[in-house]
């Protein structure tokens, strides 16, 4: 049930594991999947490694963007890497992602690099800014 809530969220561009990979990712004790409440539009899946916690995806589906469900997922990561004693918390985000740049920027994320040539996009090569969350006890 869980790969279908998964599969079925429309991102517009976010390409998806095969059922597999995605049973094999939840199986993993370092992996970290988030499902959106109260209703399951978006997802956080995430790497957990010895204090670091390392956002692999966040995808809200494209009917539901800007209702808040991107920054509560983010909420949700920060108390489950507190639980962990995680200090930081790391992602890549498209430079050409303004909606998401901003969102992480307000959940004081800080750019702390750029990935040149990260992302393919139509045959595109886009950069990516390296952002991370310092998290304090």
């Known amino acids: 049930i869980l790969y ?31 499902l959106s409440e109260p209703l399951p539009v978006g997802y956080l899946m995430a790497i957990f490694s010895y204090k670091e916690i390392d956002i692999i995806s966040l995808s809200i589906d494209t009917n539901y963007r800007r209702r808040g469900f991107g920054k509560k997922l983010l909420l949700k990561l920060k108390e489950e890497a507190r639980k962990k004693k995680v200090i930081k918390i790391f992602l890549e985000v498209s430079i050409e992602n303004i909606a998401a740049l901003a969102l992480y ?26 952002m991370c969350l310092n998290l304090t006890y």
């Open 4 to 34: 279908k809530i998964y599969n079925s969220i429309n991102s517009g561009y976010q390409k998806k594991l095969n059922q597999e990979s995605f049973n094999n990712f939840l199986k993993s004790k370092s992996s970290i999947f988030l």
């Open 105 to 130: 920027e307000r959940c004081n994320y800080n750019c702390i690099g750029r990935r040149k040539k990260y992302y393919n996009n139509s045959n595109r090569k886009i950069d990516a800014n390296i």
